[in-house]
């Protein structure tokens, strides 16, 4: 049973740091790309960054410069650390085995950032 569990969350400041986890079960993580997707209230759930087999990352334009995915295969283990956070970065963010969702795959709880003064 593929399983997602993301930590690591919680209300920092503007300018603040975070470092998201996301620890997956399930599946032979080191055979997929894994993301980190985040959805704000109201809004879509959108693509925050990727990692592929080899390491190779992608970021959206709005986080790059400020956000670092990593992941650890050994630990089965995907990771977030999230820089210089600004108000919109507030959303749930949630780690997941592809760049685009899939139906029928299924997502984590997600954990909750939220930048405010």
């Known amino acids: 049973q593929v399983q997602f569990v993301e930590s690591g969350g919680g209300l920092v400041q503007p300018g603040g740091s975070l470092r998201l986890s996301c620890a997956a079960s399930?599946?032979?993580?080191?055979?997929?790309?894994m993301s980190w997707f985040r959805q704000a209230p109201g809004k879509e759930r959108e693509l925050v960054a990727s990692?592929?087999?080899?390491?190779?990352?992608t970021y959206a334009d709005s986080v790059k410069g400020r956000f670092t995915i990593s992941r650890d295969n050994a630990k089965n283990t995907v990771y977030l650390q999230m820089n210089s956070l600004k108000p919109e970065d507030t959303a749930v963010y949630y780690c997941?085995?592809?760049?685009?969702?899939?139906?029928?795959?299924?997502w984590g709880q997600g954990t909750q950032v939220t930048v405010s003064a």
């Open positions: 399930g599946f032979t993580f080191s055979n997929y790309v």
């Open positions: 990692i592929n087999t080899s390491a190779t990352a």
């Open positions: 997941y085995r592809a760049r685009v969702p899939i139906v029928g795959w299924p």
